[in-house]
């Protein structure tokens, strides 16, 4: 055979060979260069608690403006001008945000016509006079001086008497007009001393609002799970750290048929003021709670095929567990399976996690 065609035939094996032996190393090298990747896989830094058991309570929110326990508004029920009464702990004029006691006249009236008109000084003697004729009558009819009809007639006119001067007395009252309970002085409309008051003007408000109330409105697949006699937390939007504790006291039955909801009173303790009647408030109706039970935070559970997950750190990596819940609320829920006491729940750095990643807490 020619020697030169041996040549060429030879030529190309020895191209395939090397190409053969080239591809094998870089198979080698790929396979060595996965298992380095594998024992140096990066650890993702994670913060984790310890789970423990506490206590949660399910409620359902509203919301409402907080009105006074009790209100009165002072009229003017005669003319009069205008005198503003002093406060006897400040030595001052009466001024919004007073304390007032039951009684305390807080504006009086000057109109000596009706002073005139009622003429209680002449019917209080008027009084005296009937009294001691009843009291002689009665002293002559138990000698038999004097008959039964006598008696009965001086009895009348002393009843007539003391009718006058009760009359006249409230028709003077009129005239001051007082605190029908002890309570704030909410409003206290400004007139110049000696402004002619005309009947019915406006003049005084008074409130107490060391309980306050709200009506509220619930949906109607609420009507039962809401009723009379249940807590309620109270907060207020711009001093969310202050809670008051408060009371259903009185639910509808009936839904709105416009709106589709009921509504319901609460009672609510507000002893320090630190709440005033006005303010709207975010409500929580305490429908059911749990002690002694598994208690962790509602942002760090997953939304999973499975069911709701979360991650705990297990020998430097992360195990996956799929929860059976049982109460919840808007900031935290029971765990009734899934986790126990002492596991470290991570609560940092799960959005990224998958079963078994390596973790390093960073707590």
């Known amino acids: 055979m020619n020697p030169n065609l041996l040549a060429k035939q030879r030529r190309p094996l020895a191209?395939?060979?090397?190409?053969?032996?080239?591809?094998?190393?870089?198979?080698?090298?790929?396979?060595?260069?996965?298992?380095d990747q594998e024992q140096v896989e990066i650890s993702i830094p994670v913060s984790a608690e310890k789970v423990a058991k506490g206590s949660i309570e399910a409620y359902v929110l509203t919301s409402g403006t907080l009105q006074a326990y009790h209100t009165a508004i002072l009229y003017a029920e005669a003319q009069g001008r205008y005198r503003l009464q002093n406060n006897p702990q400040t030595g001052k004029p009466f001024q919004s945000g007073d304390k007032v006691k039951k009684g305390q006249t807080i504006v009086a009236l000057e109109n000596p016509e009706m002073i005139a008109d009622v003429r209680l000084p002449s019917l209080k003697l008027e009084l005296d006079i009937s009294q001691r004729e009843y009291e002689k009558q009665q002293s002559l009819y138990d000698k038999g001086g004097v008959t039964l009809r006598e008696l009965k007639t001086a009895e009348r006119t002393l009843m007539d008497a003391k009718f006058n001067v009760d009359n006249a007395q409230l028709q003077l009252a009129k005239l001051r007009l007082s605190a029908p309970f002890d309570g704030t002085l909410a409003e206290l409309p400004f007139f110049s001393p000696g402004t002619e008051i005309a009947t019915g003007a406006e003049l005084a408000q008074v409130v107490v609002y060391e309980k306050l109330v709200a009506e509220v409105?619930?949906?109607?697949?609420?009507?039962?799970?809401?009723?009379?006699?249940?807590?309620?937390?109270?907060?207020?939007?711009?001093?969310?750290?202050?809670?008051l504790q408060g009371r259903i006291t009185q639910v509808s039955p009936a839904l709105d048929p416009e709106t589709r909801s009921f509504r319901a009173l609460v009672d609510i303790d507000n002893p320090n003021g630190i709440f005033r009647p006005g303010m709207f408030a975010r409500?929580?109706?305490?429908?059911?709670?749990?002690?002694?039970?598994?208690?962790?935070?509602?942002?760090?559970?997953?939304?999973?095929?499975?069911?709701?997950?979360?991650y705990i750190v297990d020998n430097g990596a992360a195990s996956r567990r799929v929860l059976t819940l049982g109460l919840e609320n808007p900031y935290f829920v029971e765990v009734e399976s899934g986790l126990k006491e002492g596991d470290r729940v991570v609560t940092k750095g799960f959005e990224t996690l998958r079963n078994r990643s390596r973790v390093k807490v960073v707590n």
């Open 15 to 35: 191209k395939t060979a090397k190409w053969a032996v080239l591809l094998l190393i870089l198979l080698a090298w790929g396979c060595n260069s996965d298992a």
């Open 217 to 243: 409105n619930f949906p109607a697949g609420e009507l039962n799970r809401i009723t009379p006699g249940q807590m309620v937390r109270v907060t207020q939007y711009s001093q969310p750290e202050d809670t």
């Open 283 to 310: 409500l929580n109706v305490v429908v059911d709670s749990r002690e002694n039970t598994i208690v962790i935070p509602r942002e760090i559970i997953l939304a999973r095929r499975e069911g709701p997950t979360v």
